[in-house]
């Protein structure tokens, strides 16, 4: 009764989601700090005013969500960490300026960023060619090559958690094919820098995808939207999930050329003409235009997350460097399992990974 591509189906595993007590809940990397009180006001006064657009199907190309997105990303560089904040304004730090102007039809978005990698993945990427990507990185990643049956090519972490960036050149030059990983990365945090990046990407095959996800930059990493200047084979995508705090409402985007938007468009409208609501966008489109807000909330997150580094180090636990709102951490003599049970008897959800299945180090993390 089943159809057979379903037996290659391995669904993504979230983070855990309990409802029998109430959890500070830390497994999922969301935002600890609620949104920036125009959203609840732009949903507020949108419903009051325009009750009926629920009842009208809403903008397909999400224009003014476009608009305010490109903007955001001209005044913080696409870093909010590394913003100046001046009153209700950024501007980018000195690293992180772009040299040229983001504008709204470099901009595609989606239902939460997970939409828009099945998107990406289905414009780009085929069952002609392996896709070249680290073994160990977002999960989703196997989980949509095997819905669209593209097959893998995974390429292990080095022995530091860094990625293999020799390795996977060397794999996607062989067999002419397309490269993705985050960076940071999950769930190591590893950031390569933007330089870095640029030398993948003039080595990789000129005609194929490279797609660089960072939905967890704005914590401190380099992006790589200044680099789309000089590659246009350059996809990035991006959400709303993580420094937004809006991982309730699902908002996702692609920042890339024009003609490779175009070409996630043809692939949406084939599949669904209107995936962002009017609700979502509009709350979006607030979100975006109160940038500074969040950037000095990723300011804290990321204090935070370097003084948590420091204490786990001074009690003797390894802490990869971290540039995301999360940080990898180990402790010699303690398994990943005895550390997740202990902290969530103390009503603290975190995530462990058994190290024997990431095939690099013999304990637990």
Known sequence: MLAKRLEKL????????????EYIKLNANENPYPPHPDVGEA???????KLMKIGLYPDPDANELRKSIADMLNSTGGVFCNATIEGKK??????????????????FCGNGSDEVLSFVFYTFFGSERPLVLPEFTYS????????????????????DWSLDKEKILS???????????????????????????????????????????????D??????????????????VRTFSKSLSFAGMRLGYVVSSPDLIKSIFTVKNSFNHFPLDFITQTAGAASADNAWYYAENARKIAAERDSFTDFLRQRGWFVIDSKTNFVFTKKDGLSGDAIYQSVKKAGILIRHFQLRELKILSESA
């Open 219 to 236: 914590f401190g990493g380099e992006s790589c939207i200044p680099l789309l200047k000089d590659f246009d084979n350059l996809v990035i």
């Open 43 to 49: 949903i507020k006064s949108a419903v009051d005013s």
């Open 10 to 21: 391995h669904p993504y595993v979230p983070g855990e989601q309990p409802k029998d007590r």
């Open 171 to 217: 794999e996607a030059n062989k067999n002419d094919s397309s490269i993705i990983f985050a960076n940071p990365n999950a769930p190591t945090g590893i950031s390569l820098t933007r330089a870095e990046v640029a030398e993948m990407i003039k080595t990789a095959p000129k005609d194929r995808i490279f797609v660089v996800d960072e939905a967890y930059c």
């Open 140 to 159: 989703f990643y196997p989980v949509y090559c095997g819905y669209y049956d593209i097959p893998m090519d995974t390429i292990p972490l080095k022995s």
């Open 90 to 107: 950024c501007t980018p730090s000195e690293n992180d300026r772009i040299p040229f102007t983001v504008t709204p039809d470099m901009i």
